[in-house]
């Protein structure tokens, strides 16, 4: 896509995102080796879908999580258990064609990969994972093991 980028400052809809550490050796963008560590870079494509935003809530009966995935087709996001207790859930939205005569005044809609992982607690029952998506919203239950107290009786003597 061939878009004129123009940063201001005192627009709120600025298509660039400001990085105060541009230009250091250090910064964000930086990829040589320095004392500090370079971070990943972020360009505006993919910056606001990147961190896809998920609730979980804890139930008596188990962990749902719930994601916002506007625009996404469920074949588009995939929900996995990695080493047993690691919920991942990803997927990607791609960058609308740019036709030859199209003329855009405005992007912000965001595209672009999104990675998110949870540790699940020990009583997570990770092979009764279920997920259903509806009106561009994941959910992903994860049922619990509910233990009951072990009751022991006591005998009292005397």
Known sequence: MSLIRRSNVFDPFSLDLWDPFQGFPFGSGSSNNSLFPS?????????AFAGARIDWKETPEAHVFKADVPGLKKEEVKVEVEDGNVLQISGERNKEQEEKNDKWHRVERSSGKFLRRFRLPENAKTEQ??????????TVTVPKEVKKPDVKSIQISG
């Open 39 to 47: 971070f990943a870079s972020t360009n505006s494509e993919t910056a």
């Open 129 to 138: 994972i279920k997920a259903s998506m509806e009106n561009g919203v994941l």
